[in-house]
């Protein structure tokens, strides 16, 4: 970025900013994309009149291409949004492209710079970390490099840390949530009319392995509350809209938990199927849902719900993730779900902190027993600003270098005195092949064999 000038310039009318969002893939995947930009690109536009554009970094582009489309598309100012998972690559791509631009101004924003702020800033390229939500805060940064603002008000710009500057405060979380314009779909790459939607921010949980529950924190802090939801209105507005342009055939709605506060689903209940109709998918949590809630939600529309269960050891549950439910809730919960009509899948996580042969077996046998539709299964990663984390930096079981390590979820990066990489193989490779038996079972054995080749790589 060019030196920043240290006095105000005479007043001149700010310039529209062209903000250009690098989505970055870490791999071969026909996932959405992040929902950050989509997010915030509208309300550039609306609030500050600025010109957006999104240009995703698939994984089979070289840094170098990848800097030549930066260039070519001539942004005033380059955005990306960062999981941990998608920092390493985001090093390559942001020296890559500074090699060629290297007055563009690069603001990251996400899990990742929210809670690795510090990390971010350090590494060569970065002018700007977003901690926390980002609309106002990037409108705020974007009209402020559009005027070429002094560093001090840079400096200012609540939840923007400035490579060089203090800490920035944070502004409340956004309220109502139905004043953000809907998200730009342009900028989520969906298929075949699956559209992603969120009605809430913010998860109450405790969760110790959890990145999102960090937000909840995060705003605490400051002693404000992030959990907020959307009306039904405004959600329904947002489905309409999207039919009225494009196909809608299938809604996944991406709130973390999207069951906790029951008057209003159950108010969801009633008017989806009369306003919207296509079936959906969402996140819940066992303790959240019921027998006649869950009834509710199939004669809504409701095709399928993911269930985290993370582990098959309860007393992993309750001693290291701060999630103390019975596996006997997930028996009674899976059967009222698949009672209702609703297909379950489900995610398993291997490699905890304290974990140990015998539990990892508990969680194999778990999905054995639950027998889910599908399930995922991770290996723990853990994510900076995260309970678990803390305890695994402070008892030693992260390695030196694990900030140049890549964030995957096959292998462990942790040295753990309770379990080698050879056992949580074990139990990974028993959950793949009895993922690949019941792929095998409802599709063939073409999709049982993708499945065992996809494990292999991770
Ligand atoms: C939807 C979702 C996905 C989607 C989309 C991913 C995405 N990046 O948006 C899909 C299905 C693709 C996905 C995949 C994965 N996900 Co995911 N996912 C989520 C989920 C449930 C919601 C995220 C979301 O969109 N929220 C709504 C938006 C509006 O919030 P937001 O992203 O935080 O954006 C706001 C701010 O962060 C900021 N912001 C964001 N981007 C930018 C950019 C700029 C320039 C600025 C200024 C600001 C800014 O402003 C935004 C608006 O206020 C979160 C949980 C959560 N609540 O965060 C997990 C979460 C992000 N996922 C996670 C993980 C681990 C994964 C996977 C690795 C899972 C897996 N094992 O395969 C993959 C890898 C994805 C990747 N590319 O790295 C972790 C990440 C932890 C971490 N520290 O990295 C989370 C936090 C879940 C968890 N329980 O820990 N995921
Ligand atoms: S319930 Fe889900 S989103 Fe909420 S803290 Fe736990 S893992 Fe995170």
């Known amino acids: 970025m060019r030196p920043l000038p240290q006095s ?19 791999e071969r995947s026909w996932a959405v994309a992040s929902l950050g930009p989509a997010f915030i690109a509208p309300f550039l536009r609306e609030r500050g009149g600025h010109e957006t554009d999104y240009f ?19 942004p005033d100012v380059l955005g990306l949004s960062l999981t941990t998972r998608q920092w390493q690559r985001a090093r390559q791509l942001v020296a890559a492209i500074k090699a060629r631009l290297p007055e563009l101004p690069v603001v990251a924003g996400g899990l990742h ?7 971010v800033l350090a590494e060569p390229g970065f002018d700007f970390a977003c901690l926390g939500e980002g609309e106002e805060a990037m409108l705020e940064l974007v009209d402020a490099l559009a005027r070429q603002a002094p560093a001090a008000e840079l400096h200012a710009i609540r939840n923007v840390w400035t490579e060089g500057g203090p800490r920035p405060t944070l502004r409340p979380p956004f309220e109502p949530l139905d004043e953000l314009p809907f998200m730009d779909r342009a900028f989520l790459d969906e298929l075949h009319g699956v559209v992603n939607v969120t009605t809430q921010r913010g998860c109450p949980f405790p969760c110790t392995y959890c990145g999102a529950r960090m937000f909840n924190e995060l705003y605490q802090a ?34 973390d938990t999207f069951t906790i506060h029951h008057p209003w689903v159950k108010r969801f ?14 996140h819940a949590r066992v303790e959240t849902v019921n027998e006649r809630l869950l009834e509710l939600l199939a004669k809504a529309g409701c095709a399928q719900i993911t269930y985290g269960i993370e582990s098959g050891s309860e007393r992993i549950r309750r001693e290291v993730m701060r999630r103390p439910v019975t596996n006997d809730r997930f028996r009674d919960v899976f059967r009222w779900t698949k009672q209702a009509g609703i297909a379950v899948t489900a995610n398993y996580m291997l490699g905890l902190p304290e974990e140990t042969p015998e539990d ?17 299964y991770f290996v723990f990663y853990p994510y900076p600003g995260t309970a678990l984390f803390k305890t695994c930096l402070e008892r030693g079981y992260l390695p030196a270098d694990y900030e140049e390590l890549p964030a995957v979820h096959r292998t462990s990066i942790l040295n753990l ?29 073409g999709s049982a064999q993708h499945i065992r080749d996809s494990a292999a790589i991770g």
Do not use: N, W
């Open 8 to 26: 105000s310039p005479a007043p001149a009318r700010a310039k529209p900013q062209r903000v250009l969002f690098v989505e970055v893939d870490v």
């Open 56 to 74: 995703r970094a698939k994984i089979e582009l070289t840094p170098a291409e990848v800097a030549d489309e930066v260039a070519r598309r001539a």
């Open 113 to 119: 710079p929210t809670f690795s702020p510090e990390a």
């Open 222 to 255: 400051d002693g404000e509350s992030y959990g907020r939801r959307r009306t039904h209105q405004s959600v329904m507005d947002e489905l309409r809209a999207i039919r009225d342009a494009q196909t809608l055939a299938y809604v996944i709605f991406l709130d």
């Open 269 to 282: 209940c009633e008017v989806y199927p009369e306003e919207i109709g296509v079936p959906f998918a969402l």
């Open 360 to 376: 990892l077996r508990q969680t194999v046998e778990l999905a054995r027993e639950l027998d889910t539709l599908d399930f995922g």
């Open 417 to 445: 005195p309770t379990l080698s990489q050879a056992d949580i193989d074990a139990a990974y490779d028993e959950l793949t092949e009895l993922r690949a038996e019941r792929m095998a079972a409802l599709s063939g054995a």
